[in-house]
């Protein structure tokens, strides 16, 4: 996972969602499933927020909002990142140090992709494959050993 690229492991192209778009779109949206989480684009700005299901599904009234209002209102607007190239540790780390559980990638300015915990399951999926005994290979311990040695 050190040297494993998070673009080697991240969904895209990344789903996204103008900034502008309303609470209740998001709220249907994330009700019929899909993604977690959505970036907030702006045009001219890019990447300006990120509302996950959490946000989007909790009790609107309570905090006075009728779904009716854009979503960078409930939206996280210090948005932690990644990019394609970073290592999938960093990203991990970084999803740790943050308590997020999604981060957008980016590249260039532009949000290429979205990196999550599945996502980081599927490098360590990937580094446990390298991992494994290949054929062919006797495994020794410190009883048994190899076929043919001075003490079988």
């Known amino acids: 996972m050190r040297r494993t690229p998070v673009r080697l492991v991240m969904s895209s192209p990344a ?8 609470i209740g779109t998001l709220r249907e949206r994330f ?4 993604p977690g989480a959505y970036p907030l684009i702006e045009p001219e700005r890019g990447l300006v927020g990120i509302v996950t299901r ?3 599904l909790s009790d609107l009234d309570g905090i006075g909002l009728d779904g009716t209002e854009p979503a960078i209102e409930l939206a996280a607007r ?13 990203a991990v780390h970084r999803m740790i140090d943050g308590e997020v559980e ?4 980016v590249d260039d300015g532009r949000v290429v992709g979205m990196f999550t915990r599945t996502d980081a399951l599927k490098a360590r999926v990937r ?7 290949q054929p062919g290979w006797w495994g020794r311990t410190a009883t048994t050993p190899p076929p043919g040695s001075a003490g079988s």
């Open 54 to 56: 959490g946000d989007v």
């Open 78 to 90: 210090d948005v932690l990142t990644v990019s394609p190239s970073d290592p999938v540790l960093v």
């Open 127 to 133: 580094q446990m494959q390298g991992e494994r005994t």
């Open 31 to 34: 009700a019929s499933g899909g």
């Open 15 to 22: 789903l996204t969602f103008d900034a502008s778009v309303s």
């Open 102 to 105: 999604h981060l957008p990638v």
